[in-house]
């Protein structure tokens, strides 16, 4: 399997009038609790059912760099469906949901069908369906309000470090202007693991505030990799469809 392809597919939204908001590096920042910054950061808006996204996307490691296009779909909470082009042709497509995570790609002509847990094993770092679709919204890729979180102020940032795991070390920045997310990291040191998750900057629509840029990097023993996305075209509440299926002379592949 191309995993440039399966990294593509995984780990990934102009209708309405936008407005770009900056996070200002002169900005006073006021030193807030951890739940305080906590319950702001929930309170940015995000109320839609349905999402769909066309992305510019780059990617890049150490043996390679490639530009495509991504098609991302989204059933709030439900399905994510992501269609990987390449000069308009479709290389690769993904169906995620709660409970399953099945994707093919037109290379070798290969498809898995499978849960998170090989994933991300594969992959080289913890996922689900809930982190993926925060990653892709610009919010916190765990549920801050079951945590306990330690505040500082970095850079004019708020930043909040998980307390509760010596292992994974996760450390959240939170813009002091909106309290939308800057980046966010989380670390495996026995794995020798880490991805990290930035934004450049946020727009304000109705229904959500989400990034207009996502970029990813991710760190392992045997290399690194970054994805940058922009994403070019957003609407909500459309009625999308969720097509998926498998080609059947493609060869099913198991994640060890």
């Keep these: 399997m191309n995993k440039f392809l ?70 709030k909470d439900e399905q994510i469906l992501v269609s990987i082009r390449f000069l308009g042709i479709t290389m690769a497509k993904a169906s995620i949901t709660p409970t399953s995570v099945s994707y093919y790609e037109k290379i070798k002509g290969t498809y898995f069908e499978g849960d998170f847990s090989a994933l991300s094993q594969w992959l080289g770092t913890d996922l689900d369906f809930y982190k993926i679709q925060n990653m892709l919204l610009g919010k916190a890729l765990d549920d801050l309000k079951k945590g306990k979180y330690t505040e500082s102020v970095v850079d004019q940032l708020y930043r909040l470090d998980d307390k509760e795991n010596d292992n994974t070390k996760k450390t959240f920045y939170i813009n002091a202007s909106d309290f939308s997310i800057n980046r966010q990291e989380i670390t495996q040191t026995a794995e020798e693991r880490m991805i990290q998750v930035a934004y450049t900057y946020i727009k304000e629509y109705k229904e959500a505030t989400l990034p207009a840029t996502v970029v990813i990097h991710t760190y392992q023993k045997n290399g690194k990799s970054e994805i940058n996305l922009e994403y070019d075209t957003i609407t909500f509440n459309e009625e999308l469809s969720f097509p998926y299926s498998v080609p059947n002379s493609y060869n099913r592949i198991i994640i060890k």
């Design 6 to 75: 399966a990294v593509l597919v995984v780990v990934f939204m102009v209708s309405c009038k936008s407005k770009a908001v900056v996070a200002s590096a002169t900005t006073p920042v006021t030193y807030m609790k951890a739940k305080n910054i906590i319950a702001s950061h929930y309170d940015n808006k995000s109320d839609f059912s349905t999402l769909y996204i066309k992305a510019s996307v780059k990617y890049s490691d150490e043996r390679q760099s490639q530009n495509v296009t991504a098609e991302i779909r989204i059933k």
